[in-house]
């Protein structure tokens, strides 16, 4: 079972561009990378998947090195609505057994004005 | 777009309480999921239901039980509520894997349901 660690917390403040860490040393050969978002009150949301290398979408990037013990979640020009908690998720679309399905504590993002 | 809905926003029960949580989704997906979400603890699988009358244990299913008897409808079902089952609910839907089962592709989640035991 791959897990994930990533930083408690993190700051910063609007219009940078917000890189987050995710560290998983034990990802299998058929693990894909998701990660999610949630605001307070609210469900997660699907943000990003990726399997390798870089995936974009209009909300953010995901690099992914060769060896894939890490991926970085990459917020551009974020804004004081990007407040949320981002979650790493790991996990193989084939596995039957629901062991993909394995929510950390997530990294909660504070974007000061 | 996907909709999870969930009966309630706010539940206050009592300890001994049989307590029924209901969610529906409109996207025709296999799979379903409940989980609970503590301070400090992230999400915690308790049940997940790849097909109508299938269902597998999570992380936490002690003190839980399931129901679905159609596609769209999963409910989770606290037998005799107690204190530390008091927390946030939440029911999520996605596809299938390529083989059936659960799968790590996008899941859709309801807004949630926060539950209080007094």
Same mark, same amino acid.
Not at chain 2, 2 to 27: N, W
Not at chain 2, 85 to 105: D, H, K, N, V
């Given at each position: 079972l791959a897990k994930t660690t990533q930083p408690i917390s993190m700051d910063s403040y609007e219009g940078q561009e917000v890189n987050i860490t995710c560290s998983?040393?034990?990802? /299998?050969?058929n693990d894909y990378i998701t990660w999610y978002q949630q605001f307070p009150s609210q469900g997660p949301r699907f943000i990003i998947q990726g399997y390798k290398t870089k995936v974009t979408n209009e909300v953010a990037s995901l690099f992914i090195p060769a060896d894939r013990k890490s991926s970085t979640l990459s917020l551009p020009?974020?804004?004081?609505? &990007?407040t949320a908690v981002y979650y790493c998720l790991v996990g &193989?679309?084939? &596995?039957? /057994?629901?062991?993909?399905?394995t929510f950390g504590g997530g990294t909660r993002l504070m974007v000061k004005p | 777009d996907v909709k999870v809905t969930q009966s309630s926003r706010y539940l206050v029960k009592r300890t001994g309480e049989k307590v029924f949580l209901e969610c529906v989704q #409109?996207? #025709?997906?296999?799979n379903m999921f409940w989980y609970r979400q503590d301070p400090g603890l992230g999400l915690r699988l308790i049940y997940f239901s790849y097909d109508v009358k299938m269902k597998e244990k999570g992380d936490i299913p002690e003190g839980y039980s399931v129901s679905r008897e159609k596609k769209e409808r999963f409910s989770l079902i606290l037998e005799s509520a107690s204190t530390n089952q008091t927390s946030m609910y939440l029911c999520a839907s996605s596809l299938p894997s390529l083989f059936g089962g659960p799968s790590s592709y996008e899941q859709y989640f309801g807004p949630g349901t926060r539950l209080t035991v007094t």
């Amino acid at each position: 079972l791959a897990k994930t660690t990533q930083p408690i917390s993190m700051d910063s403040y609007e219009g940078q561009e917000v890189n987050i860490t995710c560290s998983h040393n034990n990802i /299998a050969t058929n693990d894909y990378i998701t990660w999610y978002q949630q605001f307070p009150s609210q469900g997660p949301r699907f943000i990003i998947q990726g399997y390798k290398t870089k995936v974009t979408n209009e909300v953010a990037s995901l690099f992914i090195p060769a060896d894939r013990k890490s991926s970085t979640l990459s917020l551009p020009r974020v804004s004081l609505s &990007d407040t949320a908690v981002y979650y790493c998720l790991v996990g &193989d679309p084939l &596995d039957n /057994a629901g062991n993909m399905l394995t929510f950390g504590g997530g990294t909660r993002l504070m974007v000061k004005p | 777009d996907v909709k999870v809905t969930q009966s309630s926003r706010y539940l206050v029960k009592r300890t001994g309480e049989k307590v029924f949580l209901e969610c529906v989704q #409109d996207m #025709d997906h296999e799979n379903m999921f409940w989980y609970r979400q503590d301070p400090g603890l992230g999400l915690r699988l308790i049940y997940f239901s790849y097909d109508v009358k299938m269902k597998e244990k999570g992380d936490i299913p002690e003190g839980y039980s399931v129901s679905r008897e159609k596609k769209e409808r999963f409910s989770l079902i606290l037998e005799s509520a107690s204190t530390n089952q008091t927390s946030m609910y939440l029911c999520a839907s996605s596809l299938p894997s390529l083989f059936g089962g659960p799968s790590s592709y996008e899941q859709y989640f309801g807004p949630g349901t926060r539950l209080t035991v007094t």
